[in-house]
């Protein structure tokens, strides 16, 4: 007897977890593990993606539609041109990765995209649902930070920043956003310290300091566009 109310409970569970669906999930997860390009077209790849380094993002985008749509990388790479060109075009690329393999990427770009526009309520949940689905990305820990800075929350800001920091160290653009909140803060001493432990440069803590004499102004005066979100057209897109 004991051994079918046992079964019977077992049941019950198992019913009350999946609903008949799939199991929940307190966030959105990728389905599937990226299957590995051909030789061929991880080599078309690789030569847009040098086009698109040396600043010839038409050119890149040329060469990308000239590849398999179907395939998730060449429209994570579309998407990731077409935004830097300006164009609505990215919007739907970058929502067709959502539930693949390529979901942080996806809901990254769309959060990118948010931002640009000023939309920070929007731009928050994507970098939220990117970041969970990979809490490792540097470029996605920093534009995250830039939607907390945008809305003034600084303790979540800095997190992300120092986040961003320590997981690439080499790459300063995160620095210098942390420095923006620190000469908000008027923690100068501070901002003096980080310019130098990491090098940043006199242009860069100018910027620095261009944009938090622009968080100061009202928020009605603040336009978009001294965002310093990661552009993401480097050679590690393709990780």
């Known amino acids: 007897m004991k051994r079918i109310f046992l079964f019977f409970g077992m049941l019950l569970l198992g019913g009350c977890a999946t609903d008949g669906g799939a199991p929940w999930m307190p966030f959105p997860v990728a389905t599937t593990e990226c299957a590995k390009l051909g030789s061929d077209d991880e080599l078309a790849l690789n030569l847009a993606q040098d086009m698109a380094n040396e600043g010839r993002l038409h050119a890149s985008l040329a060469s990308l539609e000239a590849m398999p749509n179907n395939l998730g990388e060449v429209r994570l790479r579309k998407a990731r041109v077409l935004r830097l060109l300006g164009s609505n075009e990215a919007e739907p690329l970058y ?10 990427e996806g809901e990254h770009g769309l959060g990118q995209l948010a931002v640009a526009r000023g939309d920070n309520d929007q731009a928050l949940k994507h970098l939220t649902n990117a970041m969970r689905l990979a809490p490792t990305d540097e470029k996605i820990r920093n534009d995250l930070g830039v939607v907390y800075l945008n809305q003034l929350n600084l303790e979540q800001a800095r997190f992300q920043f120092l986040t961003a920091i320590e997981l690439k160290q080499s790459d300063t653009l995160a ?6 909140v620190l000469l908000y803060q008027d923690n100068w001493k501070q901002a003096a310290e980080l310019v130098s432990r990491v090098g940043l440069t006199p242009e860069q803590f100018s910027e620095a300091q261009a944009r938090a004499e622009h968080l100061k ?4 005066n603040r336009a978009a566009g001294l965002d310093r979100v990661a552009a993401v057209i480097d ?5």
């Not at 620095?175 to 923006?180: E, G, I, Q, S, Y």
């Not at 102004?217 to 009605?220: G, H």
């Open 95 to 104: 929502r067709s990765l959502l539930g693949t393999c390529r979901a942080a």
């Open 235 to 239: 050679s590690s897109a393709s990780k």
């Open 175 to 180: 620095a210098v956003n942390l420095v923006t």
């Open 217 to 220: 102004e009202p928020a009605s």
